[in-house]
């Protein structure tokens, strides 16, 4: 595809796994190419909401204006793909697509969360939650079982106390 001027490009949709100009999907192997396009995130009836976004190309998409300028071997943080990137602005993509930025994000985060204590067995694990108290639904369920079980005996034990004394 020729470089048209920017009133006339085209607009892409984005697709992790996707080359964004042909829509066809990487092979196992197959380079992305990370080159920036209009991207088209909402489209109404005549009206289309486009930014300008890091998106993957393949092979056969890209320019030779577009291989000269990507110059930097890498891998996707998130799925792996082999990707080739250029500097864009002043970052190099680390990532393929939104998907792999989320995947990547959540396993940053679950990455620096320090090991819990199980509330019930007391085993050691790596919460996924920030407010997770358990290691199992076994656990959970557990606790939940012995809570009510406890609290259905306070109740019962507080009504005998409230009810008056008919043998006095």
């Known amino acids: 595809m020729a470089p048209l001027d920017d009133n006339a490009r085209p607009f892409y949709f984005k ?25 088209a995130w909402r489209v109404l009836s005549y009206v289309a909401f486009t930014q300008w976004e890091t998106a993957p190309v393949c092979d056969a998409c890209v320019c030779v204006s577009e291989h000269a300028v990507l110059a930097h071997d890498t ?46 067995c007391e085993k050691h694990f790596l919460p996924i939650r ?3 108290k358990f290691c199992s639904n076994r656990c959970r ?8 079980s406890r609290d259905k005996s306070l109740s019962v034990t507080a009504s005998r106390n409230t009810l008056p004394n008919a043998n006095r």
């Not at 066809?24 to 209009?38: C, L, Q, S």
């Not at 002043?90 to 940053?108: F, K």
């Not at 369920?141 to 009510?148: A, G, L, V």
């Open 15 to 39: 697709q992790a796994g996707h080359c964004t100009r042909c829509r066809e999907p990487f092979g196992h192997n197959a380079t992305a190419y990370m080159v920036r396009e209009k991207v």
């Open 75 to 120: 891998t996707c943080a998130g799925c792996g793909q082999r990707m080739r990137v250029g500097v864009i602005g002043y970052t190099v993509a680390t990532v393929c697509s939104n998907r792999c930025a989320q995947r990547d994000r959540r396993r940053r985060r679950r990455r620096d969360r320090p090991w819990t204590r199980c509330s019930v």
């Open 130 to 132: 920030v407010d997770a």
């Open 141 to 148: 369920q557990s606790d939940y079982r012995k809570r009510i």
